[in-house]
């Protein structure tokens, strides 16, 4: 297929905004893949080369973007980045840059969607010296065979911003539309599909992978099995303000366990009897916690599982439990690790199993899961556990329960219902938390401001965004809540340093940044406002953490934020 072919529908979906005629267009275009061959096309449609769950990068910043631009275009680098300046949108600075590309810079040959997946999936493995001519040669080879519209789904892609709004959802629903005819089908078996569909995703994280299994029908796509090792979506929970509305969400009983201040790990052992330990945005973080490995080969007896727990971090002295902001830094570290181990401990409760032995037991009632939890795990204090947890239909048990969490240092509780299934990525009632009062929402950073004074060459104030479908609303402006000095978690200068290179626009003191930065806030109440394009601004709003685990997906939706709105005004 030429690429030219594949950006017609970019620009397509780029042009429709409404769900349904999305999925039309990308239906139509993946009846044309079907049995091609080409599936990986669908890699691109999501602005990829590699399946979901392949941590795979390329490595392009704004920068090298600009060189091969400049180095395919023979317009030189200053004009370029004056161009990018004034519009913001690198994509669209492709666009124009190639449309005005200098005389005598012919493009060779009409550029293929083969040559295109073939330069990028070389990206990511380029190693060592002379790595950036080289990543430099095969990004402007493509642009020097791109047309000004290639050029600008070329570049958006490298830079992993393809915006053309294709969420899971339309992926889904395209590929139903394009592999079963769906006129010649009852609802129910509609319905049914459509679960095979999602399953086979939740399963794999690979749309390709389900994209081929429906083409060839609805068994294949159930045959797909989870495998260790190859990380999964987590599953993601509910809220209720009282224990009473608990049990009528979960059921009576249910299972309630303590839902610890930490960051979510699923560690996985596969048959040769590595472990693999993935954050519930999908990264590999193994090589950062050599303890957690450790402690799920010496206390976990099993040949293969993949467990959903919680890493808490705690004073190696004191023992006392460290608030997330704690364990955060050990994420994203990559040098001396063993020294972090040592100052920042963690301790593993484990509260789900969704492998087992070679069978997934996604299927399986949260009772069952349980007892194997229970049965696999030699508690080992400041190691790895069970988590803490009781079964009871009572409220006064469960009420004290709670306390004993709060007391505990722990966050709150989760009451989880003992007949459901485990469904990776969704956000559903099978469990909910209950933790003390507390108005919070994880916003992400869109713009920012330098500050003046003491606070010169810091971004002080940022623009925080709720996210509605694929759209960042802003709903307030925060400065509070981070300390001049850099201490443990939050300071100025840390989050200047995650925001300058995210920038992509600035004017005067403020900047423009990706949005990228999700941050927990604080608030004391939102009031309906025309200041932000939200309609919604918060009151007394303060940063609290700094969510490196989560992605712009996870961040409060408007229609929570409206819930929210409601609530408080009880
Ligand atoms: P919060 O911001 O309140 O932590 P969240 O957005 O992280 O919520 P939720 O699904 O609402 O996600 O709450 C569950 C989270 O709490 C899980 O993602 C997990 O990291 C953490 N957690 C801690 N203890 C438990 C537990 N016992 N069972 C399930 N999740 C737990």
């Excluded at 081929?212 to 809220?239: I, R």
């Excluded at 049990?247 to 299972?255: A, D, I, T």
């Excluded at 303890?291 to 959903?308: G, M, P, R, S």
């Excluded at 920012?448 to 759209?471: F, I, M, P, Q």
Aim: overall charge positive; glycine content about 6%.
């Amino acid at each position: 297929m030429l690429y030219s072919q594949l950006c017609e529908t970019y620009e397509e979906l780029e042009k429709n905004p409404s769900r349904l005629k999305k999925t039309s267009i990308l239906s139509d275009f993946l009846t044309k893949l079907k049995n091609s061959n080409q599936a990986e096309i669908i890699y691109l449609i999501q602005g990829r080369v590699f399946p979901d769950y392949s941590e795979k990068e390329f490595g392009i910043s704004e920068k090298l973007a600009i060189k091969a631009l400049s180095k395919a275009s023979g317009i030189s680098d200053k004009l370029i980045i004056e161009k990018w300046k004034k519009l913001g949108d690198i994509g669209q600075v492709a666009e124009e840059t190639m449309k005005n590309k200098k005389q005598g810079i012919l493009f060779s040959h009409p550029l293929t969607v083969k040559k295109v997946l073939d330069n990028l999936k070389k990206l990511p493995e380029l190693e060592g010296k002379g790595t950036i001519e080289k990543k430099l040669s095969l990004i402007s080879e493509l642009l020097t065979s791109a047309t000004s519209k290639e050029s600008k789904y070329l570049v958006r892609t490298l830079l992993q911003d393809l915006r053309v709004g294709v969420a899971e959802g339309v992926l889904r629903e395209s590929i139903v539309d394009a592999c079963f005819n769906k006129e010649k089908l009852e609802k129910e078996e509609i319905k049914k599909i459509i679960d095979g569909v999602q399953e086979a995703y939740d399963k794999s994280t690979d749309w390709k992978l389900v994209f081929e299994q429906a083409c060839k029908g609805l068994s294949y796509l159930e045959k797909t099995s989870l495998e260790p090792g190859k990380p999964v979506k987590v599953m993601l929970f509910l809220k209720e303000d009282t224990i009473e509305k608990g049990f009528e969400r979960v059921g009576r009983p249910c299972l309630i366990d303590f839902k610890y201040d930490g960051f979510r790990v699923m560690i996985n052992k596969d048959e040769k009897g590595s472990i693999k330990i993935f954050t519930r945005r999908l990264d590999n973080v193994t090589a950062q916690f050599p303890d957690i490995v450790e402690f799920a080969k010496k206390y976990v007896k099993a040949k293969t599982f993949i467990l959903d727990a919680e890493a808490v971090g705690f004073d190696p002295k004191t023992k006392i439990y460290q608030p997330f902001q704690a364990v955060s830094q050990r994420i994203k570290r990559k040098y001396h690790i063993e020294k972090l181990v040592k100052e920042l401990p963690i301790e593993i409760s484990v509260f789900d199993i969704i492998y087992y032995n070679g069978k997934s037991f996604l299927k399986e009632p949260y009772k069952e899961r349980r007892k194997i939890i229970e049965k696999i795990i030699t508690t080992s204090s400041y190691k790895i556990k069970a988590s803490e947890a009781i079964i009871t239909d009572n409220i006064k048990d469960a009420e004290n329960f709670y306390k004993k969490a709060i007391a505990a240092g722990e966050e709150g509780i989760m009451m989880k219902n003992l007949e459901a299934p485990y469904k990776p990525g969704a956000r559903v009632g099978y469990g909910i938390k209950i933790k003390p009062e507390e108005n919070e929402l994880d916003l992400v950073i869109i713009k920012a401001e330098y500050g003046t004074g003491k606070r010169v060459g810091w971004l002080t104030s940022y623009t925080l965004a709720c996210r509605d479908k694929n759209k960042f609303l802003e709903i307030g402006k925060v400065s509070t809540g981070l300390k001049e000095k850099t201490e443990l978690g939050l300071s100025f200068k840390e989050l200047t340093k995650k925001l300058k290179p995210l920038i992509i626009k600035e004017s005067g003191r403020e900047v423009e940044v990706k949005p990228k930065l999700v941050v927990t806030i604080v608030y004391q109440n939102i009031q309906s406002s025309p200041t932000y394009n939200s309609g919604y601004a918060l009151r007394f709003p303060r940063i609290t953490r700094l969510r490196l685990d989560r992605s712009t997906s996870d961040i409060t939706t408007l229609n929570e934020v409206e819930k929210e709105f409601e609530r408080l005004k009880r």
